[in-house]
């Protein structure tokens, strides 16, 4: 599975989009890039993967680039309940068991 | 459907004690995993089971741990003997079999050894 790289922290003011960069420039072709964000004290949760074109829910937007070598995921309003660390995470598992965790971004929404 | 509920919340034990660790996977989920979060090393993947089957327990620290899924809706991790760097955030999460689906999280169980 490719190795990710994401930066340690991040600042945004409330109610400003959060753009959240992530390396994976050894993916394979078959592997899908997933986001996940722990809220302090609780499990993580899903936000959005996509493994070739944009995504976006009701989350956040998901953009990755034609070469498929990094990708960034966007918080469009983002508000103080979004501090948290997210994670981005290249798996190409049949089944989440190879969800490799690096040590995420560390988001602080400032109001 | 409540999510993946894990109990207890909380534990504390004295170091040689027996800890059992529960969790109730999401209802028509056939994949479970066990994790473990610390500072230090962050989220590790325990063992994964897939129809209750376990598939990949390479992630099992020692023979200390043990974990057991008896049917589709409930699983166990047990340590035997706990000692205290087994101290840490046990997490488990379930999620359908396949690629491009997503794991949902219990609140986990903070485990303190002392």
């Known amino acids: 599975d490719a190795k990710t790289t994401q930066p340690t922290s991040m600042d945004c003011a409330e109610g400003r989009a959060a753009n959240l960069p992530c390396n994976h420039s050894?993916?394979?072709?078959?592997?899908?890039v997933y986001w996940y964000r722990q809220i302090h004290s609780q499990g993580p949760q899903y936000i959005i993967h996509?493994?070739?074109?944009?995504e976006t829910n009701e989350m956040a937007s998901l953009i990755i680039t034609e070469d498929r070598k990094s990708s960034t995921l966007i918080l469009p309003h983002a508000t103080l309940r979004d501090t948290a660390v997210y994670y981005c995470i290249a798996n190409n598992a049949g089944n989440n068991r190879k969800l490799i965790w690096g040590l995420g971004t560390s988001l602080a929404v400032n109001p | 459907d409540a999510g993946v509920i894990q109990s207890p919340r909380h534990e504390v034990t004295e170091m040689g004690q027996e800890v059992t660790l529960r969790c109730k996977p999401i209802?028509?989920?056939?994949?479970l995993f066990w994790y473990r979060q610390t500072m230090m090393r962050g989220l590790e993947l325990l063992i994964y089971?897939?129809?209750?089957?376990?598939?990949?327990d390479s992630g099992m620290p020692e023979d200390r741990f043990s974990a057991k899924m008896p049917n589709a809706s409930f699983s166990t991790l047990k340590i035997q003997p706990s000692e205290p760097r087994d101290s840490a955030v046990y997490f488990c999460a379930s999620s359908l079999a396949g690629r491009g689906t997503e794991a949902f999280f219990g609140q986990g169980t903070r485990l303190t050894v002392v």
């Open positions: 089971f897939n129809n209750n089957v376990p598939i990949d």
């Open positions: 996509g493994l070739k074109n944009n």
């Open positions: 050894t993916i394979s072709g078959n592997e899908y």
């Open positions: 209802s028509g989920h056939n994949s």
